[in-house]
């Protein structure tokens, strides 16, 4: 969701948060804004609604430099987009703040503060804190003190950078549910709310824990943990690059995605499976022994990666025969289920911070489960962390907002653990061979997928003028069908809705006619001849069908069937992963076509780090 940056250097940083800022744009964002420490010992801030680059406008109209600074790109919670909810927020003294999360009691402390003869400028509850530093600040030596005294009172989520013009070479840091990441340069320092940030100028973080309060200054950082004992947290090497973010060739971020699924997808699989095995030391040293003592199992997710872990039950239970529960991570906080013995805990998520999957995860610690799994595309993440077992997909950076690379590398990663508990619960050597087989030749598959992009392309012309869509699948695609519907949504702005195949005369054939496309999902499995049967429903209801389909489905071009052959001999356990392409490349279309922001959809983050 928002955007940190801050440097303390012997150099003005100010070029360094600008240059951050752009690099967190993917986050998405409503507003952005800057603060630095001039040489006349003076805060100066400049802020704007929109994107990074009327901010670098403005500064270029009103110049300014400092050796110390911080950055923010905001996304809408406590009060509309406007200049005066932006951050970073000021308080007396020339103490400013900027904060990523919802600070929960903000209205009982904004009373408080203004009984106390403090006024407030925007709506926001990140001022309740800026004021809240400097009411503490007239008890404590130096700005750390005071942070850490405000950050015993908030109740929440809170990534937060703060400076003050009365400790001049220091910028203090927090973090409670939000991710902040610390880089360390040679004589300067950074901060930043996501590695991407701060690659141009460091490969070396470190990271803070749950409850940490930080003091960065040009030669040294000091951590105290949440009992405010001095702690050292590890430094690691960060093996990204800084063009690892950059759209090279391609029009768009989601589209250099799209077309990275096969190396992408390869790097997930890597020293992961060879000689037709599976090795389970790849989700952690005591796999074995988890995996083999699993009875049931209990995924969490959100979005995208819900729809992951829905395909992963279906393979689940019909090659495991192990059954298995999918939760969207919101609803699972609070449903308080009941947990069978010996029941795995399986999280997915892009970013390892989404706050609800956190949330759920810390929940299960203490729920009896057997252990816990996370599926992750950030080695450094909270969720990673957190969790005793972990499978890593390799995605690489994925910049746009809408899902593609992170999505089907966490389809390997979970057929990777189907393989995994299937070994222990019925599938034999041979099985074995022939799944880790069929798994290899994904990446292969998803690359001749990839070269149907201008079928689709034209297809796409068809849906510019649409304003809703229908997706149907059968089986384990039916997520897939959910999959497409949500990418056309999410960047189209399309009304698209996506249902089981079967469940057509239920409800939603209703809704079907001349102007209702229906998309669809055709590979050649054991569902086929009755999704055959949905799709003449949908014709005989006038409705324009365009389908997916396995050359050897036996479906063709008709009136009012349009037809877009997938590679041949797509396995059932290949056949998410690789028909989740063309719904990708046809979503990406329709949106350039309707002239929409591919890569930062209205209203839409990519990493969601509150509730």
């Excluded at 393979?315 to 609070?334: G, K, M, N, T, V």
């Excluded at 203490?366 to 450094?380: K, M």
């Excluded at 009136?559 to 992963?577: C, E, L, N, R």
């Amino acid at each position: 969701m928002c955007g940190i940056v801050g440097a303390v250097a012997n150099r003005d940083v100010l070029p360094i948060l600008i240059d951050g800022l752009q690099r967190l744009e993917y986050r998405g964002y409503d507003s952005a804004g800057v603060a630095v420490l001039k040489g006349d010992g003076h805060v100066a801030r400049l802020r704007t609604v929109g994107k990074v680059a009327r901010l670098r406008e403005a500064l270029d109209e009103s110049p300014t430099a400092g050796l110390l600074g911080i950055a923010h790109t905001r996304w809408a919670t406590h009060g509309v987009p406007s200049e005066r909810n932006a951050h970073p927020h000021i308080s007396r003294d020339g103490i400013a703040i900027v904060h990523n999360g919802i600070i929960e009691n903000h209205e009982e402390l904004r009373a408080d503060l203004v009984a106390r003869g403090y006024e407030f400028s925007s709506e926001t509850d990140t001022e309740v804190i800026a004021h809240r530093v400097h009411y503490h600040s007239g008890s404590y030596p130096d700005l750390f003190g005071a942070v850490l005294a405000t950050v015993r009172e908030l109740h929440g989520a809170y990534a937060l950078a703060v400076l003050s013009e009365r400790d001049p070479d220091t910028i203090v840091l927090a973090r409670a549910g939000c991710p902040v990441v610390i880089g360390l340069g040679d004589g300067e320092n950074f901060v930043a709310s996501d590695v991407a940030a701060l690659l141009p100028v460091t490969r070396r973080f470190l990271f803070l824990e749950e409850g940490d309060v930080a003091a960065i200054h040009r030669r040294s950082v000091d951590v105290v943990d949440a009992a405010g004992r001095a702690v050292e947290r590890p430094v690691r090497e960060s093996e990204l690059s800084a063009d690892a973010v950059e759209k090279g060739e391609y029009a768009h971020y989601m589209l250099k995605e799209i077309h990275e699924q096969p190396r992408a997808v390869a790097q997930t699989l890597e020293e992961r499976v060879a000689g037709g095995k599976l090795l389970e030391a790849a989700f952690g040293p005591a796999a074995m022994d988890v995996l083999r003592r699993t009875q049931a199992v209990q995924i969490v997710a959100c979005g995208t990666s819900w729809h992951a872990g829905s395909v992963a039950r279906y393979f689940i239970e019909q090659i495991c025969r192990l059954p298995c529960w999918i939760d969207i991570a919101s609803e699972f906080r609070y449903r308080n289920p009941v947990v069978p013995p010996d029941t795995l805990f399986v999280t997915i998520s892009q970013s390892g911070e989404t706050a609800d999957t956190l949330a759920a995860l810390r929940l299960a610690k203490q729920a009896g489960y057997l252990s816990t799994l996370a599926i992750c595309n950030v080695p450094e993440s909270s969720l990673v962390r957190e969790s005793e077992l972990v499978m890593l997909t390799r995605a690489g950076p994925e910049i746009g907002v809408a899902s593609t690379k992170a999505f089907t590398t966490q389809l390997a990663a979970l057929d990777m653990l189907v393989i995994a508990l299937g070994k222990h619960h019925g599938i034999d050597r041979e099985r074995e061979h022939n799944l880790v087989g069929r798994l290899i030749e994904i990446p292969r598959l998803i690359e001749e997928t990839l070269a149907l992009d201008p079928v689709v392309r034209r297809l796409a012309e068809k849906f510019v003028d649409k304003h809703h869509a229908l997706f149907l699948g059968r089986g384990a695609l039916a997520p897939i069908a959910m999959e497409g519907a949500l990418k056309l949504k999410e960047i189209s702005y399309i009304h698209a809705e996506a249902y089981a195949a079967g469940e057509l005369k239920h409800g939603p054939l209703a809704l079907v006619d001349a102007d209702m496309p229906v998309i669809t999902v055709a590979p050649n499995n054991d569902l086929l001849e009755k999704l055959k049967s949905n799709l003449q429903e949908v014709r005989a209801r006038g409705g324009e069908l365009y389908v997916f389909a396995d050359p050897g489905s036996g479906i063709t071009p008709s009136d009012g069937v349009h037809v877009i052959t997938m590679p041949k001999h797509v396995s059932y356990f290949q056949a998410p992963a690789v028909y989740a392409v063309p719904l990708q490349l046809l979503a990406y279309h329709v949106a350039t076509m309707r002239g929409t922001d591919v890569d930062q959809p209205r209203n839409l983050a990519k990493s969601v780090t509150v509730e």
